[in-house]
C-alpha cells in the first residue's frame, strides 16, 4: 500500500498544518497538534462511486428543495423511552451518536440494553474493544437480555471491522469504546487523538454511506471532555453524556448535541442489579430529604430539555484562609458564579469577597439554563447568614448584571410542578408570576429586583 500522506490537526480549532510545530499558529494553543491521516482526493472520489453518491452518469444539477424526494429521516423507537426521548424520539437510520461519560457509569450496560431492547425487529452488533466476549456475553445474562440475537465482535482495527460490517450488515452498531480502536495507517497508539478521529472518521463515512446507525462510546478526560480532538464532536450527528454521581444511583443522559432533536434533553435512569431502569416520572428524585429547612439548600424547577425538574442547589460559604478565596461550582458554570456573587455584592448589599465559596447541584446532574441564577443566590446567601430559607420554597428567575431579575421560558409550567409537589411558596420573576398570585395552593411572589428576592426570603 502506497504511504498515506498525513498531516497535522489542532485539537483546539481544527487547523490544519502542513509540518508538526509546538504551537498552533491559527489559535495560538501550545501541544495540541497531532498527526491525522488525508484521503488522498482519486480514492475519495472512488468510494463516493461505488456508494453511489455521484455515479458518473449522475448528473449534479440545483434542484429546489420542494422538488426533492422527502428524505424523511426514517425513526425506529428502541423500547426505552428514556433513551428514545434524549435521541430525539428514536433511532435514526444512517445516524452517528457518541455516547462520553466516566468509566463505571454505565455506557456499557445501556448500548447492551439497546440492542437487548431491539431484539430482532433490527439486527445489531456489538463492537467490543474493551471487554472480552465472555464477559459480554456474562452481562447480557446477568441483564436477563435473550442472548439469540445479540451478537458480538471482538476486535479493534477499523479496517477489519468495517471488512466484517460491510459484509453483514447490521442496522445498529455499537463500537465499545472508540479509545480502543486504531487503523493501519498511522503508527500512533490506541487512543491518541489521531487513532480516535481517523477511526471515528471511517466509521462515520461508513455509517452514511450503509444506512447503518453507529453508536460509538467514548471517555471522558480529567477536563470533562470526551478524550480526543474537539472535532470528534462535529464529526457525529448527536453527542450524548451519560452522567452521575458516584454515590448515587442515578443516572442522567444527556444531550450535548443533536442533529435529529432538542439538546438538553433529559434521560433518566436509575442503576439497579438488573441494569438501567427508566425513571420516567423523574420530577422529585434530585431533592435530598432533609428532616427540616437546612441553611444553604435552595429548591429550584429547572427545564432541562422538554420537562420540569425539582433540583436542589446546596452551597456552602465559609470565611477563606486564602488571598484569593475559592469559588467552585459543580454542575453548574464557573464564570457563572463569579458573575452573580459580583451582582449578590453590587446589588444585594452581601460581600463573600472574603468567602469559600462552594455551591452544588444534587444529584450529579448539571443546570446550563440561567434559571438558576436566582436559587444559587438564594442558597449562597442562606449558608452566608446561617440561616435556611423558609420549608417548602422553591425559586427560579435569571439574574441580570444590574440586578434585574428577568423572566425565563415556561414559567407557569415549572409552578405546577412545583405546586404538584406540595411547594407552598414560590420566588419567581414578576413576569412569570400569575396575577392572582397564587397556583392551586401554592403562593407565587413575583420579583423584580435582586433586592426584593432576597428581603422576601432570607
Ligand atoms: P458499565 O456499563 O460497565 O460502565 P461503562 O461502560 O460506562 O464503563 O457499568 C458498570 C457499572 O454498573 C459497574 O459499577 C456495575 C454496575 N452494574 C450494576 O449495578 N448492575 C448491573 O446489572 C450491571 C450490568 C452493572
Ligand atoms: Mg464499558
Request: hydrophobic share 45%; glycine share 10%; with cysteine.
Amino acid at each position: 500500500m502506497a504511504k498515506a500522506k498525513t498531516a497535522y490537526v489542532c485539537n483546539e480549532c481544527g487547523a490544519e498544518h502542513s509540518k508538526w510545530q509546538g504551537q498552533c499558529t491559527d489559535c495560538g494553543a501550545w501541544n495540541t497538534l497531532s498527526e491525522i491521516v488525508l484521503q488522498p482526493a482519486a480514492k475519495a472520489a472512488g468510494a463516493q462511486r461505488r456508494a453511489g453518491y455521484a455515479g458518473e452518469t449522475a448528473q449534479i444539477r440545483i434542484q429546489s428543495l420542494a422538488d426533492v424526494a422527502q428524505n424523511v429521516e426514517s425513526r425506529t423507537s428502541i423500547g426505552i423511552g428514556e433513551l428514545d426521548r434524549v435521541l430525539g424520539g428514536g433511532l435514526v437510520e444512517g445516524s452517528v451518536v457518541l455516547i462520553g461519560g466516566d468509566p463505571g457509569i454505565g455506557k456499557s450496560t445501556l448500548l447492551l440494553q439497546m440492542l437487548g431492547s431491539l431484539g430482532t425487529r433490527l439486527s445489531g452488533l456489538y463492537v467490543t474493544g474493551e471487554e472480552s466476549v465472555a464477559q459480554v456475553a456474562a452481562r447480557a445474562q446477568r441483564l436477563s437480555l435473550a442472548l439469540e440475537p445479540l451478537r458480538c465482535l471482538p476486535e479493534t482495527c477499523i479496517e477489519r471491522i468495517i471488512e466484517h460490517v460491510a459484509k453483514d450488515k447490521p442496522n445498529v452498531l455499537v463500537v465499545d469504546s472508540i479509545q480502543t480502536i486504531w487503523t493501519e495507517l498511522l503508527t500512533a497508539a490506541p487512543g491518541s487523538v489521531s487513532q480516535v478521529r481517523e477511526s471515528a472518521a471511517k466509521l462515520t463515512r461508513f455509517a452514511k454511506e450503509s444506512g447503518t446507525s453507529v453508536f460509538l462510546v467514548g471517555h471522558v478526560t480529567k477536563e470533562g471532555g470526551i478524550a480526543g480532538p474537539r472535532v470528534l464532536e462535529h464529526m457525529v450527528d448527536a453527542v450524548l453524556y451519560f452522567e452521575g454521581e458516584s454515590g448515587s444511583r442515578f443516572r442522567v443522559l444527556r444531550a450535548f448535541k443533536n442533529r435529529f432533536g432538542a439538546v438538553n434533553e433529559l434521560g433518566v435512569f436509575a442503576m439497579s442489579d438488573k441494569g438501567l431502569r427508566e425513571v420516567p416520572n423523574p420530577s422529585a428524585i434530585f431533592l435530598s430529604a432533609h428532616a427540616g429547612p437546612t441553611p444553604g439548600s435552595a429548591v429550584m424547577v429547572t427545564r432541562e430539555g422538554t420537562r420540569p425538574l425539582l433540583v436542589e442547589v446546596q452551597a456552602l460559604v465559609d470565611q477563606s484562609p486564602l488571598a484569593n478565596p475559592r469559588r467552585v461550582a459543580l454542575g453548574l458554570e464557573q464564570n457563572r458564579l463569579a458573575m452573580l456573587l459580583a451582582v449578590l455584592h453590587r446589588h444585594g448589599g452581601a460581600a463573600v469577597y472574603d468567602q469559600d465559596v462552594f455551591v452544588n447541584v444534587v444529584g450529579g446532574i448539571r443546570v446550563q439554563e440561567t434559571a438558576a441564577d436566582l436559587p444559587v443566590l438564594l442558597s449562597v446567601l442562606s449558608s452566608f447568614r446561617d440561616r435556611a430559607l423558609p420549608d417548602k420554597l422553591v425559586a427560579f428567575g435569571e439574574v441580570g448584571l444590574s440586578g434585574e431579575i428577568r423572566p425565563v421560558p415556561n414559567g407557569e409550567e415549572r409552578l405546577k410542578e412545583a405546586a404538584t409537589h406540595g411547594f407552598l411558596r414560590a420566588i419567581v420573576p414578576k413576569a412569570n408570576a400569575p396575577k392572582k398570585g397564587k397556583i392551586g395552593e401554592m403562593e407565587v411572589v413575583g420579583v423584580e429586583r435582586l433586592g426584593d428576592a432576597l428581603d422576601a426570603v432570607v
